[in-house]
């Protein structure tokens, strides 16, 4: 016999994990995928065994969702970040400076005459973003230098911010990634604020390089090390495609979630689900692996929160 749908009660003030089980006994839709979703989250994040990637593009660093990405890398559950300069960008810069609250339809022009960024609906003043990134930059970079760093991977950057962020910020990725020695690895690090720092540093410091093949030999270790791999990837492009990448040559993930906005019909990667993966030989075809789509600032506090729960039970 099929299951039957079930109501999903929220009169007796379910818990998140409650209210997650019972979306899925309420067979909705994309409800139903988040409860398949955060059932294999729970399972990545309790397998000690497992070496867990977690993917995320930087926009997610200037919202709250932030905190969640820290509380993650701060209580042990990921071995290995993946993730755009971007992301260095705003960690660093909310550190030291707040991000607003914004609309969809602000005048873009007249934001632009305040010296105001808009990034969705957030608002950034451009205080709170170039001109402290670029002040603690110059620091960061200076004291790189005098201690005698002439090679520069995206893995020792990051730390080096990390070091550099308040320990009392307990919602940094980066200054979580610090303390645990999480590597924190940028594919594209000329890609941002921080990346352009490096260059201009560089104008005056022409002997340092940025080491990159350093930072893929970080990825070659960690997948050949892998007794399981898993990935927890949020949102696609080269930080979604740099994971699935390199597990590719351990013969793929063992687990794969995904939470993505894109479409699959126009072909892109951030678009694919991860079935598609499996022909490509990036996730096991034995592996367990979804794809939840919706806003991942929706659904990741929501998908955390309920597996955390279920774990800590």
Not at 14 to 21: G, N, W
Not at 247 to 264: H, I, K, P, S
Request: neutral net charge; hydrophobic residues 45%; contains cysteine.
């Amino acid at each position: 016999m099929p299951r039957k749908v079930e109501d999903i009660r929220i009169d007796d003030r379910p818990s998140l994990d409650t209210l997650v089980r019972r979306l899925e006994a309420g067979g909705g839709f994309s409800a139903k995928e988040v409860a398949v979703g955060v059932d294999l989250l729970a399972r990545i994040l309790g397998d000690r065994e497992m070496t867990t990637f977690l993917s995320f593009p930087a926009d997610l660093v200037a919202t709250g969702t932030r905190g969640v990405l820290a509380t993650l890398v701060r209580e042990g559950y990921i071995d290995a970040i993946v993730t755009t300069c971007g992301t260095l960008d705003h960690d660093l810069a909310r550190a030291f400076r707040s991000y607003y609250h914004g609309a969809w339809d602000l005048d873009d022009a007249d934001l632009h005459r305040r010296h105001l960024y808009r990034l969705g609906n957030l608002v950034i003043p451009e205080a709170n973003y170039g001109a402290i990134i670029e002040r603690k930059m110059r620091s960061i970079l200076g004291r790189l230098w005098d201690g005698g760093t002439r090679a520069l991977s995206t893995r020792a950057l990051a730390a080096a911010i990390g070091e550099a962020i308040p320990a009392t910020d307990r919602s940094s990725i980066l200054r979580a990634a610090y303390d645990r020695k999480v590597p924190v690895i940028v594919p594209g690090i000329t890609d941002g604020a921080v990346g352009s720092q490096v260059w201009l540093f560089w104008q005056d410091h022409k002997a340092l390089s940025l080491d990159l093949l350093s930072d893929e030999q970080t990825l070659s270790d960690l997948v050949y090390d892998a007794k399981r791999s898993g990935a927890i990837m949020l949102g696609g492009g080269i930080s979604k495609h740099h994971t699935i990448w390199w597990n590719q040559f351990r013969d793929g993930l063992d687990a794969a979630l995904y939470v993505t906005t894109a479409v699959e019909w126009d072909g892109s990667l951030s678009g694919a689900r991860t079935r598609e993966a499996v022909s490509w030989g990036k996730v096991k075809a034995t592996a367990r692996h979804t794809t939840v789509e919706g806003d991942a600032t929706v659904l990741l506090p929501l998908m955390v929160g309920a597996a955390l729960e279920r774990l800590r039970r």
